[in-house]
Every structure is written in structure tokens, then in C-alpha cells.
């Protein structure tokens, strides 16, 4: 099986390609290297990954690499922080509405004149934004008002475009929906503008390697957003890359959308406390002070997971407490490299 994935250079998709590499795929990666600038991976040496330095809106390379390959995993977005709902309100929209347009004007034609069997689509939680239903299952996007940002409304307008395509062109599709990612590859964007939090520098604003590096960094009280009961399920890297696989292959994934998280509520006070504790042990008392959150830091992201199991069968059974211990370590290379 040869798949193309768009964002290669991207903090899931370094996972997902390591995950697609280990199950004999062929993989065509693509990217423009536009977040983080030029970056490294361990397969990149890998005799059966190959690597395409462009724009993931250039229709015509997107057709070129289409033509042999048998799965497309259209995960290229402009993507970040909390502070990018802020900083990009604008550009969030309008260029993955391009990008969104442009994969699939590729999968179609590569559907009826390759050999492409389906375009599988990397969503997102914040298509969920709005809802009071937890937890939160499959369906309920579109039950809910839509997301407020504009990264969210855009994300549950790719799921409409997987609809169109289907209806007009029979362009079969899946669309898997990460829940907090969290692992290791994930750095400041290039874009990204400095936001303080007490005396430290946020690392992207996404909250478990900004609690890392400022405990890292000595900060105490360590600074949260908001009062900290703020829920989230935070899920390794490795597991939804496993689930996207899953998603790819299972031939019950056809035409069907599944959230890909782990079962295990976490809140942000929680985790702050987790985070300490592992870097401090017990030689200094946890103390946190509150910030103001930001606009569209979602109070609850609670998925129903039931239906992956079920159908998929997939879990995603890795411990905070484990990945804690794959995310400490790189993060502090990352300081002693300039890089946080």
C-alpha cells in the first residue's frame, strides 16, 4: 500500500508516518516546511518514505503524487496554539479553506482516473467547540452550535467537503478526530509571537509543553489559565497515530467519522499537579497562581469513545503518567538547546 500524507513535517504526523513506515506502507510525504521551518525525522532515511518539499495547494503536484498512491491522509493545515484562534482569526479560515478545496479536487480526480481508494481526512475536537453534550459522540457536530473560531468552523466545513465529495462524486472517505495530542516533535512555530506567562515564555500555548517547560524553568508559583478546572483528555501521539491507521484500514472506517482519544478525563489543575510532581518530586509543595484564559480555550473536551472501540477497535491505553515520561526529557534537551 503507497499513501500520500500532506503536513508530513507536522508534530501528529511525525507519528503517523513512523506507524504507516512500521506496517509496510509506502509513504510520500509532503510539506512545505512553512511552521516550523526545516525539520528532521528519524524515518527520513527510510527506503520506503519519500519526501516532496511543496505547497499542499498546488493542485497539480497534489495530482502527480496521487497518481500511484492507494490512501491520501489530507492533514495539512495551518495549525498552533489557543493564541493562533487570536493571532490568525483570518488566515485560519481562509488558507486551510484552500488547502481543504485543494486536496480534495486531487482525491476526486485520482479516484476516478488512479487507483485511489479513499481520502482520509484529519479533523479536530474544536469541531465541537460549542457543545454541552458530554461526553461528546460522533454526531453531535452537528447537533451543537457551530465552533465560534474560525479554525473550528473550518474544521467541521472539511467534514461538509468529505459529505460533497461523497454525494457528487462517490469519493469514499474517513475522518479521524484527535483529542489533545500530546508527545514529543511538537516546537514554537515560526510564526508564533511571544506570550508571557509569569516570568516565562509560553512554548506554543498548548498547555502540556508550556506547564512542562515552566516548571522546567524553575517558575513557582507555576502560572495556569484560568481557575484550572478547565477538562481535557490528553492522548499520546502514538495512539492516535495508531488510530488513524486504523481508520485508514478497517473497511467499517468507509464513509464513517470516529473521535480518537483516550477515555481519561484529565483537568488542567490535574495535570499541572502531575507535571510538578514528576520534575519536583516531593522536594517542593505544588503552588499555582491563575491567569486569564484566553477567548476560546474551550471549558470541556469530553469524547465519547465508544464507537472506535466497537467498530475500530481501537484504545488508546497510554497513561498521562507514561507520556509525561517520553514529554519531560525532550523538552528539557529542547531548553538546553535554545529551541523553549
Not at 275 to 302: A, L, N, T
Request: net charge negative.
Amino acid at each position: 500500500m503507497k499513501a500520500l500524507v500532506t503536513g508530513s513535517a507536522g508534530f501528529i504526523n511525525g507519528y503517523l508516518i513512523q506507524e504507516l513506515l512500521d506496517h509496510g506502507y509506502t509513504v510520500v510525504g509532503l510539506d512545505n516546511f512553512s511552521k516550523y521551518g526545516k525539520v528532521e525525522k528519524s524515518y527520513d532515511s527510510h527506503p520506503k518514505f519519500h519526501f516532496a518539499k511543496g505547497d499542499a495547494k498546488d493542485i497539480a503536484l497534489l495530482n502527480e503524487l496521487l497518481e500511484d498512491c492507494d490512501h491520501f491522509v489530507a492533514a495539512a493545515a495551518m495549525i498552533g496554539g489557543i493564541s493562533y484562534f487570536h493571532e490568525f482569526a483570518y488566515d485560519l479560515i481562509a488558507e486551510n479553506e484552500r488547502i481543504t478545496a485543494a486536496a480534495f479536487d486531487a482525491a476526486i480526480r485520482a479516484h476516478q482516473h488512479a487507483r485511489l481508494q479513499k481520502i482520509t481526512i484529519v479533523s479536530s475536537s474544536m469541531v465541537f467547540e460549542n457543545t454541552t453534550e458530554f461526553p461528546t459522540p460522533e454526531g453531535a457536530q452537528r447537533r451543537c452550535p457551530p465552533p465560534s473560531s474560525t479554525y473550528g468552523f473550518q474544521k467541521l466545513a472539511t467534514e461538509y467537503f468529505a459529505q460533497g465529495a461523497w454525494e457528487q462524486y462517490k469519493l469514499p472517505y474517513t475522518i479521524a478526530r484527535p483529542f489533545n495530542c500530546v508527545g514529543i516533535g511538537e516546537k514554537r512555530a515560526l510564526a508564533d509571537r511571544d506570550i508571557m506567562s509569569g516570568n516565562v515564555k509560553l512554548a506554543m500555548s498548548h498547555v502540556v509543553p508550556d506547564l512542562v517547560q515552566k516548571v522546567l524553568k524553575g517558575q513557582d508559583p507555576l502560572h495556569i489559565l484560568g481557575a484550572g478546572n478547565q477538562v481535557r483528555h490528553y492522548t499520546y501521539g502514538g495512539d492516535l497515530a495508531r488510530g488513524i491507521r486504523m481508520c485508514i484500514e478497517h473497511p467499517a472506517a468507509m464513509n464513517n467519522d470516529f473521535n480518537l482519544s483516550t477515555p481519561t478525563r484529565t483537568s488542567v489543575l490535574e495535570l499541572a499537579e502531575a507535571v510538578w510532581k514528576k520534575i519536583h518530586g516531593d522536594k517542593k509543595p505544588f503552588r499555582y497562581v491563575s491567569d486569564p484564559p484566553f477567548e476560546y480555550d474551550v471549558q470541556e473536551r469530553s469524547p465519547e469513545v465508544t464507537k472506535a472501540k466497537e467498530v475500530l477497535g481501537f484504545t488508546a491505553e497510554t497513561k498521562l503518567e507514561e507520556i509525561l515520561d517520553e514529554v519531560v526529557p525532550w523538552i528539557e534537551e529542547q531548553i538546553s538547546v535554545g529551541q523553549m
